[in-house]
C-alpha cells in the first residue's frame, strides 16, 4: 500500500470514526423508541457538534477535500483498476460529500439554529431524523470505497501473482527449448 492509498483510507477511516460517534445517537432515533429523553439527546449532541470550534470544522473539511483530491489523484494513473476502483470510489465518496451538503449541513442549522415560525418542535425533530439517516447513509458509502480499495489491493495482488506464475512458467519452457 502505497501514499495514495493512504491519502485515501485516511480521510474515509478518520470521517468513519466520527460518525460512528455520531451513531450513538442515530441508532436510537433511528431504530427505538422516539421518546423526549432520546430527542432532547440529539438536539444536545448536535448543538454541541454544530457549535464546535471554527478549527474542528476546518479539520472536517479539509479531510474532505484530502480525500477527494486524493481519489482524484488516483483516478488519472487511467489504467483499468484506477477506472473501475477507484473512479467508483471517488463517486461513492462525492455521494457522501454531496449527502453532507444538501442533508446534514440543513438538519444541523434547523436543529442548531431554528428560524422562529418556521421550526417548530415537529420540524426540528423530523430534522433530526432525517440528519441521523444522512449519517447511516455516508457510513454506507464511506464503508463502499473501503471495499473498493480492499477490492483494487486485491485485485492488484492477484494478478501480480498471476504474472509471476506466468514468468515461472515461460521460463521453463525457454530452459526446455534450449536444452533441445
Given amino acids: 500500500m502505497g501514499f495514495q492509498n493512504a491519502a485515501v483510507l485516511a480521510p474515509v477511516s478518520f470521517f468513519l470514526g466520527v460518525l460512528f460517534i455520531c451513531f450513538n445517537v442515530d441508532y436510537r432515533i433511528l431504530w427505538g423508541e422516539l421518546t423526549d429523553e432520546v430527542i432532547n439527546d ?3 449532541f448536535y ?5 464546535a470550534p471554527p478549527a474542528i470544522k476546518a479539520l472536517l473539511h ?3 477535500a484530502v480525500g477527494l483530491g486524493a481519489c482524484l489523484y488516483k483516478l488519472l494513473s487511467w489504467t483499468e483498476s484506477a477506472m473501475f476502483f477507484d473512479g ?3 463517486a461513492a465518496f462525492l455521494f457522501g460529500v454531496v449527502v453532507y451538503i444538501s442533508v446534514v449541513i440543513p438538519g444541523l442549522q434547523a436543529i442548531a439554529k431554528p428560524v422562529k415560525d418556521v421550526d417548530t418542535r415537529d420540524v426540528q425533530i423530523e430534522a433530526l431524523r432525517v440528519l441521523s439517516a444522512g ?6 458509502s464511506l464503508l463502499l470505497v473501503l471495499l473498493l480499495q480492499a477490492g483494487q489491493e486485491y485485485a492488484r495482488r492477484t494478478d501480480a501473482k498471476a504474472l509471476a506464475e506466468f514468468q515461472k512458467k515461460q521460463a521453463a519452457v ?5 536444452e533441445q
Avoid: D, P, W
Fill in 47 to 51: 448543538t454541541t457538534f454544530f457549535n
Fill in 62 to 64: 479539509g479531510m474532505m
Fill in 88 to 90: 467508483s470510489s471517488l
Fill in 135 to 140: 449519517n447511516v447513509i455516508i457510513i454506507a
Fill in 42 to 44: 440529539g438536539f444536545q
Fill in 174 to 178: 525457454t530452459e526446455e527449448k534450449k
